[in-house]
Nanobody, 119 residues
């Protein structure tokens, strides 16, 4: 059974950076696209970014384009989200997910990691 564990969340000031990691166990991530989602208090979960199985294709929500970068290391069974120029509105719980394909159904969710942007 595929299990995903996120790490790297925390408290950061506006304009700062964080790198989230998500490592899988149980199954290889080679067969999945990988996505990052987030859910802010009182809001629905939204897609942030997605990367294809080979890493050759990436997608970003308009709100994070130019600031966030998704990458993956299949040898380490890990996906990353580098977040730069963080804004107050980036505050949320961030979840990684194994997806059959970008914009497709989620096969497995991580437990989430809190990112708080505050001065």
């Amino acid at each position: 059974q595929l299990q995903l564990v996120e790490s790297g969340g925390g408290l950061v000031q506006p304009g700062g950076s964080l790198r989230l990691s998500c490592t899988a166990s149980g199954l290889t991530l080679d067969y999945y696209a990988l996505g990052w989602f987030r859910q802010a208090p009182g809001k629905e979960r939204e897609g942030v970014s997605c990367i294809s199985r080979t890493g050759g294709s990436t997608r970003y929500a308009d709100s994070v384009k130019g600031r966030f970068t998704i990458s993956r290391d299949n040898a380490k069974n890990t996906v990353y989200l580098q977040m730069n120029s963080l804004k107050l509105e980036d505050t949320a719980v961030y979840y990684c997910a194994a997806i059959l394909y970008c914009s497709g159904p989620v096969a497995s969710w991580g437990q989430g990691t809190q990112v708080t942007v505050s001065s």
